[in-house]
């Protein structure tokens, strides 16, 4: 049984690179690196309520094939602000995948880039996590 997200896995010829944008676009430092932060080829950041695990692995680990196009399940993270994420992860030099798309009328509300590393980053608009969010703090 599924009982949440607990890491998610992006590769990355450049994990060094990879960690950097990423620490950019979320403003926070990996608090890991294997075997070293000069050096990386795993790089890890806790992030969003239930700091989630992001980690970033060198390609020349990945299981399948890595550098051919956008690759991977579209994860979609919660943002509080759709438009303005969607335009940062542009300006930082993400291509669009998907344009917003408004699932009816409840408010759920999804996007998706491709990172300059080939990863699909999913982001979202999704009351039922912040009815969670609320629902966990009391």
């Known amino acids: 049984m599924l009982r949440g997200m607990a890491t998610v896995s992006f590769y990355a010829?450049?994990?060094?690179?990879?960690?950097d944008w990423y620490a950019n676009f979320l403003d926070t430092e990996a608090y890991y690196a294997m075997p070293s932060q000069e050096a990386p080829s795993y790089v890890e950041f806790?992030?969003?309520?239930?700091q989630a695990e992001l980690g970033?692995?060198?390609a020349k680990f990945a299981p399948?094939?890595?550098?051919?196009g956008p690759a991977g399940a579209i994860l979609n993270w919660h943002v509080d602000d759709l438009e303005?994420?969607?335009d940062r992860l542009l300006e930082?030099?993400?291509t669009l995948n998907q344009g917003i798309v408004d699932h009816g009328d409840s408010g759920f509300r999804t996007a998706s880039v491709t990172d300059p590393f080939g990863n699909l980053l999913g982001i979202m608009t999704?009351?039922?996590?912040l009815d969670i969010v609320?629902?966990?703090?009391g």
Request: proline share 3%; aromatic share 6%.
């Open 56 to 58: 970033i692995i060198d």
């Open 134 to 137: 609320a629902a966990v703090r």
């Open 13 to 19: 010829d450049d994990v060094r690179a990879a960690r």
């Open 92 to 94: 930082l030099g993400a």
């Open 126 to 129: 999704n009351p039922h996590y």
């Open 84 to 86: 303005k994420t969607l």
């Open 46 to 50: 806790r992030i969003g309520d239930f």
């Open 64 to 68: 399948h094939r890595v550098g051919d």
